[in-house]
């Protein structure tokens, strides 16, 4: 089952989503579930875990070691767009799109009637 951020945002502001905490060792695991979910988890256990004090926790301390994890960044160069406020892809007359049909008041390099959804899939690379 998965939840969207949104409703995980909403939910969890209303009470319906709470966190939960299940420490096995020293790792500590983390997980949204329903109220109820929580409630039927609390119930096996015999009542709500101790809460984990801030020095107990895992990330309170950063580690010796250097980050493994080495991000690369690719920059690509932005596409061309029909830029709507240029009066040379604005025209006064509503045209049907050449591609959709839909009616539209702007125009590729060509001047030619093109919404820009449909400018910006069929242009060339």
């Known amino acids: 089952m998965g939840i969207l951020f949104d409703d ?5 502001a209303s009470g319906l989503i709470v966190p ?8 500590v695991h983390r997980f949204w579930v ?4 929580r409630e039927q988890y609390y119930d096996i256990l015999g009542g709500a875990p101790q809460i984990v004090s801030e020095d107990e926790k895992p990330w309170a301390h950063a580690g010796r070691n250097a980050p493994t ?13 029909v830029n709507g406020s240029d009066p040379k892809h ?3 007359a509503r045209l049907p799109c050449r591609y ?3 009616s539209t008041n702007l125009r590729d390099m060509q001047r030619r009637p093109s919404c ?4 910006e899939e069929h242009q060339p690379a």
């Open 69 to 81: 994890c080495r991000p690369q960044v690719t920059l690509v160069p932005p596409q061309r767009t």
């Open 116 to 119: 820009k959804v449909c400018h």
């Open 20 to 27: 939960v905490e299940h420490k096995v060792g020293r790792t």
């Open 8 to 12: 995980l945002v909403r939910k969890t």
């Open 34 to 37: 329903t109220d109820t979910d």
């Open 100 to 102: 959709c049909g839909t």
């Open 90 to 92: 604005w025209d006064a």
